[in-house]
């Protein structure tokens, strides 16, 4: 494992009241795997690349996620830490489907977030409702839309 993770797992179990956002993990934070990513290396003036991290407990990565949702990029001495769910190719090309869509949402005000593997959960007039296709919300959105508008009047024609 990374000799600098290992420092930085130990520091932060030894001063979990310094930093706030540390309290939420378990006091068995322990770090399975880590390795640096297949990038070029970085000029020594440069920033370090890329860290990933297998996290032992699943309630500590759980938790590395919904902080970094809720609170943004994390400093730790000096560092920015950013967490990301790891997910197969597969399904990240499943999930840039829904791109255009989000972008539309996104205009539109609503809420939404993605579901494992690629899935679309929108918040409607506080109800959730769950697509499993990008043509689903596409289809959803223009129904809605339609339904906004209001209703033409009848137009007659003269015969």
Not at 50 to 56: H, S
């Amino acid at each position: 494992m990374c000799e600098r993770l290992e420092r930085m797992t130990r520091g932060l179990a030894k001063r979990k009241k310094e930093y706030p956002w540390c309290q939420a993990f378990t006091d068995a934070f322990v770090v399975e795997q880590a390795h640096r990513s297949l990038t070029p290396r970085p000029p020594v003036s440069g920033p370090l690349p890329p860290l990933i991290a297998r996290l032992l407990n699943y309630r500590d990565r759980d938790t590395a996620l919904r902080l970094a949702h809720e609170r943004g990029p994390i400093n730790y001495q000096g560092s920015t830490l950013s967490f990301f769910l790891d997910v197969t190719q597969t399904v990240q090309v499943a999930r840039g489907k829904y791109a255009d869509v989000k972008n539309t949402l996104r205009k539109q005000g609503l809420k939404y977030s993605m579901l494992y593997r690629a899935r679309l959960r929108l918040e409607v007039n506080g109800r959730p409702r769950i697509f499993n296709s990008p043509n689903e919300v596409v289809r959803f959105c223009k129904h809605r839309q339609d339904a906004s508008k209001p209703p033409r009047s009848p137009t007659y024609s003269r015969s």
